[in-house]
Every structure is written in structure tokens, then in C-alpha cells.
């Protein structure tokens, strides 16, 4: 881990543009005596002094409200100045620029919540949860990220630390008294232990799996034969025009992509090019683009058109030789389209464990299931849920940590000895470390912080 090179740091805080107040923000061991330079004043702890602010050469440059809080009471656990003035894009650099001529650099992208991280103010997950709250589309996103920032998430991720912990102190202690070893191995109850902790992981790992796809959106790819009525469910989706739809064959060329919301739930829609064999070479590449899509997938919408399709039988489109790079563990939605050609009414129904859902793109009927049919599958709820908001990686993280579980468990089947189980736990505990930032590399923490904006 990085330590702090003891600078300090300034920048404007608030969004760029014009609004009623402008925040530029300073942390580190000199932001109290830049910040009493530029309110030509003393800054008493966390009050609010109304004052000038002045350049570099004194000159008034703005006035408003200078805060200071003492290290370690304050969000990067450093002394942090506020001078809260005016918000133009001009008087915020000028009030900026004041601070760097006294002695600040500027902060980097996500500096602030680095310094705040690397203070022990947050956790790795609460840093990130941060930039979530910032970044998110939808409400549901940002109450969740407002949970993950309170701790939620991260009390989850304690919680395992601390039970494989616990289990790894009690097997390592086996390890120790070898005459003892097989009969505290073979009672039960490091097997029962290790059962529970795996249900107690997935069970983190759904919940966390739910709040990565509300803040990063699901990924939903429209699949089928050419002419089936992809395009037209990706406009009936969004709202808009964005795909062709022509009753050419192989319209759909490139991958088309969208970002809609329904009822506050974020969605990605993908349209692929007709997944058929094609001598067009360009159409070629669009199927092959297909299939990519095909396999990083949250979920596959499966249009058949139902006015030439059989539809009693599952589709075979998914079904391809060498060229299927299809998730099989992807659920897939399958879409009877053209209700209205065969005048059927739209309808929801199972076959063999997949929803049908029969509509038509083109007026609209049963649309509306489809977009309740998606809400359940997600887990949505319109009102405001209790889950946390978690990041891609963290679920990386999660499925490492169950899978050295996993495999520290058949070791003590397959051995009845503690040694590779005990390294397995370990394993299993740094996976989980890596969410919180007990355990990181230099480069993690430079990756994560520079998707940062500046002045956070
Ligand atoms: P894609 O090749 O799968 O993207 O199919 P398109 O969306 O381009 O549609 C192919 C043709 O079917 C177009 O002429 C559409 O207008 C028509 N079409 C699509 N959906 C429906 C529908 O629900 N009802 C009817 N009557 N026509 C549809």
C-alpha cells in the first residue's frame, strides 16, 4: 500500500458549469494555512466563517463560506478546507488558482476518496460505492449505492472474513496436534461449518449479483432468425427508431445497442445480426459479433417469429455446432412474435423451464408483459429494496472466494487432512479481502481511483 506523500491537494468539488455555489476543496498538512491565506482569516474548526477570498496577490476574487476540518475528522482523515463560493466555471478556477499559487497541487481523478481509503475513513467497496452514487442512472441504483456507502455491503464481507477466519484458526489448530488431527477433522463439524459458510457466500454473492446488474444494468441480447422481429422489439423496447427494420433478410448488420429504462430498472439492449450462414462478408463479421454478445449475456431474448415458426416445439437456433459460444447457464426468455398475424392474444407461459412470451412488436400487445416478465426475472422492485449496490469485480471476488471454499472442501473429503484446507480457507479469505482493500495491489487501487472524477 501506497503512503500518502504528505502534499496537499485542491479542486474544484462541484459539477463544472454555473450554479448557485461553487466548492473548491484543499486536504492535506498545509490546506488550513492555504486555506486561512485565502479568507484572509483564521479558520476556527468546523465553522462556518463568512469571508473574502483572495488571489494570490490579494485581490478579492469572490466571497463566501470557509470551512475547516481538523485531521482525522474529516472525509480523507487529513485537515480539509472548504471555501464554498460562487459557482462560475471562471471564479471556481480563480478561487482554485488562489490555492495552487499558495503552495496546493492539483488533485487527481478520485484523490480524495484514495486519501480517504488509504486513511482507513472507508473500505475499498465504500470508496466505490461513492463513484456509484455519482454515476447512477436510476433511483433504485443510487439507494443502493447510498447502502453500500453506509457499510452494507462491506458489513456482509466482514461477516465472511470473519467465519472463514474462524474456521481457519480452528483447522490450523488441528494441524498443530497431528495425534488429535483426524478425529477434529472427521466429527462433522468443519464440513458442516464449511457447508454453511458456502451457503452463506452464495447467498452474498446473489444479493450482490442484484445490486451489480440495478448499477451497471443487465445485459439483455435480442437473438433469433433474420426477420423474426428483433429490430422491431428493440424499437418497441426503447421507445425509438434506433434499429432498421426492413423485411430484407440480414438488415441488421452491425450490433446495435441501447440503454433504456423500465420502470427505473437500467437495461442494455443488444441486437444482433440474424444468426444464420451468410456469404456477405460484413454480415459475416455482424453474426460473429452475435455470438460474442451472445456469451457475456445476463439474460437472451429469443425471438421466433410466430406467424411462420413452429412454436410448439423449443427453438433450434440456440442450438448451433462449433460456433455456439452460448452460456448454457444464461436464462433465456423466448418471444413468440407476430401475435397479431396468427391473432392470438399476447400471453406468458413455460416450456421446459423457460418463460414464452407471446406479443407483438409491432402493436405493441404484450409488451407489457415482457417488461413485468423482466422486472420479476431481475428481482426489481418499483419501491425502494434494501439490497447494496456491488461492481463486477466484487462479484469476481465472491465467485473466487466460493470457488477455493469449494475446493477446500473436497480436499478434506477426498484426504481427511487439514493442510490444503487451511490453504484453501486463505485463499478464500483474500478473495474477500480484495472487496474491502485488506488485501490489494498498488495497480487495483490506480485502476479503480482514476474512473474517478476530479475533486472526489
Ligand atoms: P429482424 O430481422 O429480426 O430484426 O426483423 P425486423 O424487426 O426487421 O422485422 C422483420 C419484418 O417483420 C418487418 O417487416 C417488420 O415490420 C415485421 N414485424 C416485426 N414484428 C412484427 C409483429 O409483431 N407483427 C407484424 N405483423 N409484423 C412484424
Known sequence: MTLLDGDTIAAVATAPGRGGIGIVRLSGPAARQIGELTAGRELQPRQAHFSNFLDHDDDVVDSGIALYFPAPNSFTGEDVVELQGHGGPVVMDLLLQACLGRGARPARPGEFSERAFLNGKLDLAQAEAIADLINSSTEQAA????????????????????????????????????????????????????????????????????????????????????????????????????????????TTRDVLREHIQIDGMPLHIVDTAGLRDSGDEVEREGIRRAWQELASADRVLL???????????????????????????????????????????????????????????????????????????????????????????????????????????????????????????????????????????DELLGEIFSSFCIGK
Not at 411 to 433: P, S, V
Open 143 to 250: 439507494r443502493n449505492a447510498g447502502h453500500s456507502l453506509q457499510g452494507a455491503f462491506s458489513r456482509k464481507i466482514h461477516e465472511l472474513v470473519e467465519a472463514v477466519t474462524r474456521l481457519r484458526v480452528y483447522v490450523e489448530a488441528a494441524i498443530d496436534f497431528p495425534e488429535e488431527e483426524i478425529d477434529f477433522l472427521a466429527d462433522g463439524h468443519v464440513t458442516e461449518q464449511l457447508q454453511a459458510l458456502s451457503r452463506q457466500l452464495q447467498d452474498v454473492l446473489a444479493q450482490a449479483r442484484q445490486g451489480s446488474l440495478l448499477q451497471e444494468g443487465m445485459k439483455l441480447v435480442i437473438a433469433g432468425k433474420p426477420n423474426a422481429g428483433k429490430s422491431s422489439l428493440l424499437n418497441a423496447l426503447s421507445g425509438q427508431d434506433s434499429a432498421i427494420v426492413t423485411a430484407i433478410e440480414g
Open 303 to 441: 425471438v421466433v417469429d410466430a406467424s411462420t415458426d413452429d412454436t410448439s416445439a423449443p427453438p433450434a437456433t440456440l442450438s448451433r455446432g462449433e460456433e455456439f459460444q452460448f452460456n448454457p447457464a444464461t436464462p433465456v426468455t423466448i418471444i413468440h412474435n407476430k401475435c397479431d398475424l396468427v391473432a392470438q392474444p399476447p400471453q406468458v407461459a413455460n416450456h421446459d423451464g423457460n418463460t414464452v412470451i407471446r406479443l407483438s412488436a409491432t402493436t405493441g400487445e404484450g409488451l407489457e408483459l415482457l417488461r413485468q416478465h423482466l422486472k420479476d426475472a431481475m428481482g426489481y422492485r418499483d419501491e425502494a429494496g434494501s439490497t447494496f449496490s456491488a461492481r463486477r469485480r466484487h462479484l469476481l471476488a465472491l465467485q473466487q472466494a466460493a470457488g477455493h471454499l469449494d475446493a477446500g472442501l473436497a480436499q478434506l473429503q477426498a484426504t481427511g487432512a487439514g493442510e490444503l484446507l487451511a490453504e484453501d480457507l486463505r485463499y478464500c479469505q483474500n478473495a474477500l479481502g480484495e472487496i474491502t482493500g485488506v488485501v490489494t495491489s
